[in-house]
Each structure stands twice: as C-alpha cells, then as structure tokens.
C-alpha cells in the first residue's frame, strides 16, 4: 500500500517566486497536516484539512495557503517567498476525526531552497 | 517558555549502553504523548505512543509524569542503528484546535 507520497521532492525558487506544493494521503486517511520543518528545528505546525474544511492553522503569514480536494489530497501554496521560507515541507495524513492529536504518519516531504 | 522542550543534545554513547532523554511540556491539560524517531534528511516515523501507566517495547521504554510534566525514552543496549534524532511530541492547542506540537530534537549518536 502506498503510504504519504508528495511532490515534488526538491526544488528551487528565488526570492519573490511562489510554489505549489502537493500531497497525497494514504488511502482511506481524511485529515492531511502540514508542517515545516526547518534545519536543526522540530516540525512546526502550518495547517491540518479534515473532510476539505480547515481545521487549524498555525502562526504562518497569509502567504501560506492550501485546500484539500475531494480525493483528500492536498496542496499548499507559498506566495512571495522569502529566504527563510527554506525548509523541508512534511505532509502527514491521520485516520481522521477532528481531534487533531492522531496518530500522524509523514510522507517524505518536499525540500524547499529559496535563493 | 517553549510548549515542548527537549535537551538538543547530542547524545554520544557506545553501543550496548542505556540512555535515557526527557522532555517537557507546558500544557497542563496535554492528553496525547508520542515520540518519534527522525532520521538525517528523512521523515519522522511514529517510535511509540506514551500511555499514563508507562510502555515498553522492546529495548525502548516510555514514561509520563503527569504532575512534572515531562515524558521520557529509555533506550537499553543501544545499537548504531539508534543514531537518529528523537522528537518528542505532545497535543495542544492551534488556533482553537487540537493538534500535535513537535520538540526540537534531542540527536543521539551511537558510536562502536
């Protein structure tokens, strides 16, 4: 079974740049979090979709935006990056339930370098 | 004060010795304890959920301290393959919801 896949794995921008990033949840998972995860630092939270409706948001400026779709995958986006918008980005899919504190399994992330 | 704090370490010691990490957490009313184990440039990966009467798995043993606030790892007889950092990890509230707040790290390193 697949688990947590996400695309793309690496990438480049420059400063100002957006970038779209974008997650699958393994199969029959409803809830997808994202994190940031910056060298050196813990994951920090960014946002968790549940059922497609937005179930939290963590302290981020309003460049950071996603959505989930009705397969449950999910996609987030970054506009006007920064340097410090470098960062391995973690999806991670849960079973479900509004909770917010399931057990979470991560896909490999996509690594983000701004220059 | 940090919702999560973990001695950043690093942790080196020989294989076949015992360690033992701790964190903290701020959170009175935390109800979920998890650790999880992260691998250099890798995902975190689920190492075991904290109960309040204590769990073991195989060499590793988890507590919480309710009245203290902190868990803790145990590893025993620990192998090269432990190397990896190890996060602790403890529910609280984002944005008026219930979500997973992730320590820093504390790195062990397992040398021959």
């Known amino acids: 079974d697949a688990g947590v896949t996400q695309s793309p794995t690496h990438l480049i921008k420059t400063r100002g740049q957006h970038v779209t990033l974008r997650c699958s949840p393994i199969s029959g998972h409803k809830s997808v979090s994202w994190y940031q995860q910056v060298l050196g630092q813990g994951p920090q939270f960014i946002f968790q979709?549940?059922?497609?409706?937005?179930?939290g948001r963590g302290n981020f400026p309003d460049r950071f935006s996603a959505r989930q779709f009705p397969n449950y995958s999910s996609e987030l986006n970054v506009n006007a990056l920064l340097l410090g918008d470098s960062a391995l980005y973690l999806c991670?899919?849960?079973?479900?339930?509004?909770?917010?504190?399931?057990?979470?399994?991560f896909g490999a992330g996509s690594r983000l370098t701004v220059l | 004060r940090k919702e999560v704090e973990q001695d950043p370490g690093p942790f080196n010691v020989p294989e076949g010795a015992t360690v033992a990490f701790n964190c903290t957490y701020s959170?009175?009313?935390?109800?979920?304890f998890f650790w999880y184990r992260q691998d250099c440039r890798k995902e975190p990966k689920l190492l075991m959920s904290?109960?309040?009467s204590g769990n073991e798995d195989g060499r590793f043993t988890a507590q919480l301290n309710r009245a203290s606030q902190y868990i803790s790892l145990l590893i025993r007889d620990s192998k090269l393959s432990d190397s990896a950092t190890y996060l602790c990890v403890v529910n609280g509230v984002i944005g008026g919801y219930n979500k997973l707040i992730f320590g820093a790290g504390t790195r062990l390193a397992v040398h021959p």
């Open positions: 979709y549940y059922e497609k409706e937005e179930r």
């Open positions: 959170n009175s009313a935390s109800q979920s």
């Open positions: 904290v109960y309040s």
């Open positions: 991670a899919s849960s079973f479900g339930s509004l909770s917010g504190a399931n057990v979470l399994t």
